[in-house]
């Protein structure tokens, strides 16, 4: 019971993460059709840019509690991430508007490999531990433990995406996002101004990403110049199994994978008889992706592909 | 004075020529038709008029001003807009949100509040569908929503693209009564029919198009009573 319970907090935290990462992918693939297979990367660039600037601050000798540090990086980071999010789509995909889809796709491919190693000239190889700015309390509920910073992360995820959710379907923007998304030619012959679209589109998602990144750092105490990529991979899984395009999917996607996965990782061990440990935990994610796509692929809350325009 | 000037226009696909060097023209306040067979270049015409397609040559002048320089999604604000062929609907809007995407470029949000209310009294339905989404509404209700939807962005002209396709007799009819009315309204129109011969009844002017040029052009009383223009259009 109370591995059970210890292992649906556990997920939630990781899922609310996900579903965080997954928007980016889905916002852009339902105003685009491409999967930005870019985007772990800026999530991976927020956490770096968030350390970087906690540590050049205390090296420089700047006296602010730990919290205040934290949320001057986060405030430098997004912005970096909105503005590489903007960059990634006028220097890389823009020039292939209209070519074919496999085109952008190995754009995209090409592209993280290129900030993977900009990251590593950067940040280099090694893992880089987070500053220690937050302290970390436990809270115990029922038996299971969460920190305090878990449960911010957890509430910060919601009021994000629920923020989100409100500008997509309530304001003039997001309404010409949905008419983009839709058919942006008519779009077009409405007023708007389908690459203004386009780019606040990623650089909305690139903002999500960004606090994304800061969020994995700080739960995992670490980051690294690859780990977007498992992240991102992730968060695409989960925005395929709440079904690619669809903003409510993506959110229940990401909470749903977490929670498979942190289960999975929780009774691995007993359910293999000792034999695969909790490290194994990523197979249950590839698992999921590879089921969706057999026996579902237009995902849970998506339409069938065929209805797309 | 016209309110549409186009010379020369000629509009290529790749290396195929669609429309090969046209002239036509549109007075303030007039309701004209462009009729013609499939593949005769009336949708490549309108959809050059309003920047969707660049043309390869010729002039359009449009309200005084040459429209070359203008970037796509701008053409609205210059006061031009489209009813596309087959409406062009945002499915998964709502029937209001399709309606204030028309109105997208304005901000008189007031006054846009009671044109909305007089396109509800023209189009009682969408009144009562007004939170489905478009996508669920019959083809009629869809040309509606379309039409509704290009007058709330208050065009000095508007341009219809068969807003008659693949409707029963009857709601026709009502399209073409609504079009009566908006040009009594003193909205400046083209229209492109299939159906030529309730375009004609309805307008002042008609151009007859083949394959990407303009063959005759006339009074639309007159294009009625024309023998060729009875024989290939009218079924007579
Ligand atoms: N996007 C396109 N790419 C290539 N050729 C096109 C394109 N659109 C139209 N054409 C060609 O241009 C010509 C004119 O087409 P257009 O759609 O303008 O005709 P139309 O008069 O509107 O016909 P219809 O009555 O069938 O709507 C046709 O030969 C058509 O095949
Ligand atoms: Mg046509």
């Known amino acids: 019971m109370d591995t059970f319970l210890q292992q649906i907090l556990n997920g939630l935290v990781?899922?609310?993460?996900?579903?965080?990462?997954?928007?980016?992918?889905t916002m852009v693939y339902g105003i685009m059709g491409l999967i930005n297979f870019a985007h772990?990367?800026?999530?991976?660039?927020?956490?770096?840019?968030?350390?970087?600037?906690?540590?050049?601050?205390?090296?420089?000798?700047?006296?602010?509690?730990?919290?205040?540090?934290?949320?001057?990086?986060?405030?430098?980071?997004?912005?970096?991430?909105?503005?590489?999010?903007?960059?990634?789509?006028?220097?890389?995909?823009?020039?292939?508007?209209?070519?074919?889809?496999?085109?952008?796709?190995?754009?995209?491919?090409?592209?993280?490999?290129?900030?993977?190693?900009?990251?590593?000239?950067?940040?280099?190889?090694?893992?880089?531990?987070?500053?220690?700015?937050?302290?970390?309390?436990?809270?115990?509920i029922f038996?299971?433990?969460?920190?305090?910073?878990?449960?911010?992360?957890?509430?910060?995820?919601?009021?994000?995406?629920?923020?989100?959710?409100?500008?997509?379907?309530?304001?003039?923007?997001?309404?010409?996002?949905?008419?983009?998304?839709?058919?942006?030619?008519?779009?077009?012959l409405m007023g708007v101004n389908v690459n203004t679209i386009i780019s606040a589109t990623f650089v909305i998602g690139s903002a999500l990403g960004a606090i994304a990144g800061v969020m994995v750092a700080t739960n995992y105490d670490q980051a690294h110049y690859y780990m977007g990529f498992m992240i991102g991979l992730k968060a695409f899984t989960a925005a395929v199994l709440g079904g690619i395009g669809n903003l409510g999917?993506?959110?229940?996607?990401?909470?749903?994978?977490?929670?498979?996965?942190?289960?999975?990782?929780?009774?691995?061990?007993?359910?293999?008889?000792?034999?695969?440990?909790?490290?194994?935990?990523?197979?249950?994610?590839?698992?999921?992706?590879i089921l969706v796509l057999i026996f579902r692929p237009s995902g849970l809350l998506g339409e069938k592909m065929a209805d797309r325009a | 004075m016209s309110l549409l000037q186009v010379k020369n226009l000629q509009v290529s696909y790749g290396g195929i020529q669609a429309v090969k060097g046209i002239d036509f023209s549109i007075g303030k306040g007039e309701l004209v038709t462009l009729i013609g067979a499939n593949g005769a270049g009336k949708t490549t015409t309108l959809r050059t008029l309003v920047?969707?397609?660049?043309?390869?040559?010729?002039s359009i002048e449009f309200d005084g001003k040459e429209t070359a320089g203008i970037p796509s999604h701008a053409f609205v604000r210059h006061g031009l807009a489209m009813v596309p062929e087959g409406r062009g609907i945002f499915g998964k809007l709502t029937v209001e949100e399709n309606l204030l995407m028309g109105a997208y470029v304005r901000d008189d949000k007031a006054q846009i509040l009671v044109e909305m209310e007089r396109i509800y009294q023209l189009f009682p339905r969408l009144k009562e569908r007004q939170r489905q989404l478009a996508g669920t509404l019959s083809g009629g209700e869809q040309q509606m929503?379309?039409?509704?939807?290009?007058?709330?962005?208050?065009p000095k002209l508007l341009l219809l693209d068969e807003p008659s396709m693949g409707l029963a007799p009857i709601i026709v009819q009502k399209i073409f009564e609504i079009i009566q009315m908006v040009a009594a309204e003193g909205v400046t129109m083209l229209l492109v029919e299939q159906n030529a011969r309730l375009a004609l009844e309805v307008s002042q002017r008609g151009y007859v198009m083949e394959?990407?040029?303009?063959?005759?052009?006339?009074?639309?009383?007159?294009?009625?009573?024309?023998?060729?223009?009875?024989?290939?259009?009218?079924g007579d």
């Not at chain 2, 005759?216 to 060729?228: F, H, Q, S």
Request: glycine residues 14%; charged residues 10%.
């Open chain 1, 14 to 25: 990781l899922g609310s993460i996900y579903a965080l990462i997954a928007l980016g992918y």
């Open chain 2, 51 to 58: 920047g969707m397609v660049k043309r390869s040559g010729g």
């Open chain 1, 40 to 140: 772990g990367e800026v999530v991976m660039v927020g956490a770096m840019v968030t350390i970087s600037v906690i540590s050049g601050l205390t090296h420089f000798g700047v006296n602010l509690p730990g919290p205040v540090l934290l949320l001057i990086g986060v405030a430098v980071a997004i912005p970096s991430c909105m503005l590489l999010g903007f960059v990634i789509e006028r220097v890389a995909y823009r020039p292939l508007r209209g070519a074919q889809r496999l085109a952008p796709l190995i754009t995209a491919i090409g592209l993280s490999i290129v900030l993977q190693q900009l990251a590593i000239l950067i940040w280099g190889r090694n893992y880089i531990p987070f500053p220690p700015v937050l302290d970390h309390d436990v809270v115990t």
């Open chain 1, 143 to 188: 038996g299971a433990s969460i920190t305090t910073l878990q449960i911010f992360i957890i509430v910060m995820c919601f009021a994000i995406m629920v923020g989100l959710l409100v500008m997509v379907e309530r304001t003039r923007l997001g309404r010409a996002m949905r008419a983009t998304s839709q058919n942006p030619s008519v779009a077009g």
């Open chain 1, 249 to 289: 999917g993506a959110v229940a996607g990401g909470i749903l994978l977490g929670i498979i996965e942190s289960l999975g990782a929780g009774y691995i061990g007993s359910l293999t008889g000792g034999f695969l440990g909790s490290n194994y935990q990523d197979i249950f994610a590839f698992m999921v992706l």
């Open chain 2, 211 to 234: 394959s990407g040029r303009i063959t005759m052009e006339g009074e639309a009383k007159t294009l009625l009573d024309d023998e060729r223009v009875r024989n290939a259009y009218l």
């Open chain 2, 145 to 154: 929503v379309a039409m509704g939807r290009a007058m709330l962005s208050k």
